[in-house]
């Protein structure tokens, strides 16, 4: 998310040959695409209703909009003062929850108006957070995965393994059939979790996903998984991207 020169070198690409057997491997095929606007720095992207909602980062260009899929345009945006950086966002029951990155606030907006609510004090770095309907699922950029009820009250943590090592970097997070998916930053993986006991169960390599042609100086990692859940579809996209994808998986043989 952040400061990639800091990281990156941290992080080697631990999932592009598993090898195992036990971690089912998939490539991706592209269904449709559409625009994105190249100054979103995608950190969460959802779908509600069949509506999509983005939020995006860096400091003094935090927004949160309300986007037409068919454009990339944002109908309606919500904007922050710079000392936020915006991170992951999510509706849950009547509320719209954005995270913050060091500045550890989580902003509560009413999910039908985006009037704005409330502010919470959040207790980690937030990075990417989801639901599964039930309750709030988070990461802070470690390898945890923590579920809260919808006034952040820790239910539950549990820790992302791959072959019994911990897979860190969790950043934006989407439930979908019952397993999270989350981006690994500054990696083009994005992981399949069992919520129950944090087991990585698949893993999609999306590399080539955004075709070199494509990039600019400004074009920066892949991060952004958005399910429709009443078309059954998957869209993905990064941040700065000129194109967001709808994608279905291909197991690899």
């Not at 003062?81 to 606030?105: A, Q």
């Not at 907006?109 to 004090?121: E, G, I, N």
């Not at 991060?223 to 993905?236: E, P, Q, R, S, T």
Request: net charge neutral.
């Amino acid at each position: 998310m952040k400061n990639i020169s800091k990281i990156l070198f941290l992080l080697p690409l631990l999932f592009i040959s598993c090898g195992s057997g036990k971690v089912v491997e998939y490539t991706l095929e592209v269904v449709n695409e559409y625009p994105h606007d190249t100054e979103s720095y995608t950190q969460g992207l959802f779908i509600k209703d069949g509506q999509m909602y983005e939020s995006t980062g860096l400091n003094g260009k935090s927004t949160f909009r309300v986007v037409n899929m068919e454009t990339g345009e944002a109908e309606r945006r919500l904007d922050f003062d710079k000392k936020y950086f915006v991170e992951g966002s999510v509706m849950f029951e009547d509320n719209l929850y954005i995270l913050t990155w060091e500045s550890r606030i989580a902003f509560i907006y009413d999910a039908a108006t985006l009037q704005y609510k409330s502010s919470w004090k959040y207790q980690r770095e937030g990075w990417g957070i989801t639901t599964d309907g039930k309750q709030l699922i988070a990461s802070d950029g470690s390898a945890n995965l923590y579920f809260m009820d919808k006034n952040f009250k820790l239910d539950r943590k549990v820790t992302v393994k791959y072959e019994d090592r911990p897979v860190r970097w969790l950043n934006e997070l989407e439930y979908i059939k019952g397993k999270v998916w989350a981006n690994v930053y500054t990696s083009d993986e994005i992981v399949i979790i069992n919520p129950r006991d944090g087991s990585v169960e698949g893993i999609i390599d999306c590399r080539g996903l955004l075709p070199k042609e494509l990039y600019t100086a400004d074009t920066d990692v892949l991060n952004g998984i958005a399910y429709d859940k009443n078309a059954d579809k998957i869209y993905l996209t990064g941040k700065n991207w000129p194109k967001l994808y709808e994608v279905r998986l291909v197991k690899k043989k």
